[in-house]
């Protein structure tokens, strides 16, 4: 087979499989587990229902193999059957459940996401961006370490000067490079123009928001790094828990954490604001801050506070504030009622999402990025 067959082959078989994925997105994203990230640009997918080649037993009479015994029996060295061993089950005549793991890259992941969800490409804002020192292989140089040799212009050149100096015996066709035939791959630093992100996840972590509620915002958040991901070269991610206070910490204290305290989600909200003064200056980075909760808070004057700090501080500086609210048998849900109400005629940097179950994190992702923003 031509390794043109084999690559054609291969880029069908891996469009089947992202036709397959997309068509059952809304399960992946449901559930997190199905997908097990692999290294940092990779994820592992399990695929069912892929049929793979097995054996079945013949009604002919005769064969190889035939002998005294059933099909199952246990047989010794030279092939007899074992006698007064028990096996251990009956065998069956159905097949079993197989399936293919297939990996994929973030990129790819996201591009299915986008057509899915019909997720517009996101415009970075403002025209400030940062400028990163890049190395790129520009040519080559006749003098450089043995680790950027470059072995195909080496051999060309040991070739010319073997046939211009007659040395070469097309029957015996022995090149070996010298010293001055050695090439080597040069470059030179660059100045590129990057445009960077950053995530700030915040999270309630009072006593009414339990497990699964956290299990959620784990699996919606893998979605949403990966679709900012494939927008923005560079990305980080912050991670700030809050019951009454607020903290920033790593992502494993973020998603296991829980307290048995109050809410004030202004806690977290001037900790945002602290960490994008101090760390990322709005004219160079693109802010996406998503906060999580039950929508529980301790008191109205409170939530009149979060307001007055989304619009005066947090909306002038950041790309997109989202606010998802996971249902909790524990929680009020009245957080979500008053941002509606307050901003009943909507915001261009605010998107608002209600996430019921696992089943509303696909629509609540589309509630997100939708802006393109």
């Not at 035939?66 to 047989?75: A, H, L, R, T």
């Not at 450089?144 to 072995?151: A, E, H, K, Q, V």
């Not at 791959?185 to 990057?194: A, G, L, N």
């Not at 048998?329 to 998107?351: C, I, M, P, T």
């Amino acid at each position: 087979m031509s390794l043109f067959n084999i690559q054609r082959d291969h880029a069908r078989f891996r469009n089947i499989i992202k036709g397959k994925i997309k068509q059952d997105l809304k399960k992946y994203i449901s559930n997190g587990d199905m997908i097990v990230r692999k290294g940092k640009d990779t994820v592992s997918i399990p695929m069912p229902q892929i049929e793979i080649p097995r054996f079945k037993f013949g009604k002919g009479e005769g064969g190889v193999g035939q002998g005294d015994g059933k099909p199952g029996d246990e047989v010794d060295a030279n092939g007899q059957p074992q006698q007064g061993k028990e096996g251990g089950g009956q065998a069956g005549d159905q097949p079993g459940e197989h399936s293919l793991e297939v990996d994929l890259t973030l990129q790819e992941l996201a591009e299915i996401l986008a057509d899915e969800l019909e997720l517009p490409r996101i415009e970075p804002k403002g025209k400030e961006i940062l400028e990163k020192d890049k190395d790129r292989y520009t040519g080559i140089a006749h003098q450089g370490p043995n680790s950027l040799r470059n072995f195909k212009r080496s051999f060309q050149e040991a070739l010319k000067r073997q046939i211009a100096s007659g040395t070469y015996d097309p029957e015996n066709p022995i090149i070996v490079p010298v010293r001055r035939d050695l090439r080597f791959r040069s470059w030179k630093t660059t100045q590129e123009m990057d445009a960077n992100a950053v995530i700030i996840y915040m999270m309630d972590v009072s006593g009414s928001m339990g497990d699964e509620q956290k299990e959620i915002v784990r699996t919606e958040s893998f979605w949403l790094d990966t679709w900012l991901r494939s927008q923005y070269k560079g990305l980080e991610t912050r991670y700030i828990i809050h019951d009454t206070v607020a903290r920033e910490v790593d992502e494993k204290t973020f998603y296991s954490t829980r307290e048995s305290g109050g809410t004030l989600i202004s806690s977290a909200y001037k900790t945002c604001m602290k960490l994008i003064e101090t760390d990322y200056p709005p004219e160079q980075w693109n802010i996406y801050p998503f906060h999580f909760s039950d929508g529980d808070n301790w008191s109205g004057e409170d939530t009149k506070l979060c307001f007055e700090i989304l619009q005066k501080q947090l909306f002038p500086k950041i790309n997109m504030f989202c606010y998802g609210q996971v249902e909790s048998r524990y929680g009020s849900g009245q957080f979500l009622k008053d941002l509606q109400e307050y901003f009943k005629e909507g915001h261009d940097k605010l998107a608002l999402s209600k996430i019921e179950n696992k089943e509303g994190i696909m629509k609540s992702i589309k509630d997100f990025l939708g802006k393109g923003k």
